[in-house]
């Protein structure tokens, strides 16, 4: 079994949401993804405009139908927005003005796109009227994950029991300060019948500690690492491309907005997430074996699973 990396957005200087993106350089990330620990990921795409979404998840599917070496590192398609939380914070580096209300409709033009390649999708479940587009994506057997979000305690398990099954990258995609005791971070920990729990080991986006409390909280078997690395992944100190947008970089591998404001995805390696984890967090062994191969791999499949 390989790592199954379930939030990339790029890597080695090739951003995966860039409308020219080409088959060498999706070829060649795919490469370098695995020449820096990696193993397997889902490509991912962010909010934008809707029509530009499902363009670009469209000619990742075709770039992949027609690479081999494409096709065995992608395992599919993660759809990041656009049905997020619009609020300052919340809605993290992706842009206010693409953020829509979720829609069934909206959500399977963005499926179709994909061609059988989405296997999760990120949304905010407050911002999902009657969970009909939860609902609507469970169905098609497609990971359903709240993320930039802040549902209160009750929306959160009623997203859940309308087959709501992850969280995407907890304690970020939220504002910097929140209520101390009724945040989204204290929600999540609380709701025992959400199956997975993604973060962002790489010592930038949450502090070892943090990420060791968490895995403590929720249970091994339940956590999910991922890189959320973007075009800068792996690219050391400068400016590179996000969906027509800038990601600085700093001489301590952390990529920034250009106002500093906030993160931008990471610059993280598999490798550097698997040694953060050993090294920092504390896991042994088998426990990163646990949440970069195992985890990541049962949740996509038991998303598949329903559509047998």
């Excluded at 957005?9 to 990330?29: C, E, H, M, P, W």
């Excluded at 934008?48 to 499902?54: G, T, V």
């Excluded at 907005?257 to 931008?264: E, F, I, K, Y």
Aim: with cysteine; charged share 20%; glycine share 10%.
């Amino acid at each position: 079994m390989q790592p199954l990396d379930l939030q990339l957005n790029g890597y080695k200087g090739v951003d995966f949401n860039a409308d020219d993106l080409s088959a060498g350089g999706l070829r060649a990330a795919c490469e370098a993804v695995r020449e820096d620990g990696g193993g397997r990921m889902l490509a991912t795409i962010i909010t934008d405009r809707l029509d530009r979404m499902a363009a670009r998840i469209s000619r990742l599917a075709t770039l992949r139908t027609a690479d081999p070496v494409v096709a065995d590192v992608m395992a599919g398609i993660h759809v990041e927005g656009p049905f997020i939380n619009p609020q300052q914070g919340f809605v993290g580096a992706h842009p206010a003005e693409h953020a829509l209300p979720a829609s069934p409709r909206a959500a399977e033009e963005l499926v179709a796109a994909g061609r059988g390649l989405v296997r999760l999708v990120t949304l905010a479940p407050e911002r999902d009227a009657d969970f009909a587009t939860t609902r609507w994506l469970a169905d098609q057997g497609i990971l359903v994950s709240a993320g930039h979000c802040d549902p209160s305690a009750d929306t959160l398990d009623r997203a859940i029991e309308a087959g709501l099954t992850a969280f995407t990258h907890l304690g970020n995609g939220c504002p910097l300060l929140m209520h101390r005791h009724d945040n989204i971070i204290q929600r999540v920990l609380a709701a025992d019948r959400l199956r997975w729990v993604m973060v962002i080991p790489d010592a930038v986006h949450l502090p070892p500690a943090l990420v060791r409390t968490i895995v403590r909280t929720v249970g091994i078997d339940r956590v999910i690492a991922v890189t959320d690395a973007t075009a800068a992944g792996g690219m050391g100190a400068g400016r590179f491309p996000l969906a027509g947008r800038e990601v600085i970089v700093d001489v301590n591998g952390a990529a920034w907005a250009p106002d500093r404001s906030h993160l931008v995805g990471s610059t993280a390696s598999m490798s550097r997430i698997c040694a953060v984890l050993r090294n920092d967090v504390g896991l042994s062994d088998d426990e990163v074996t646990m949440v970069t191969q195992i985890n990541p791999t049962r949740a996509v499949a038991i998303a598949g699973a329903s559509t047998a």
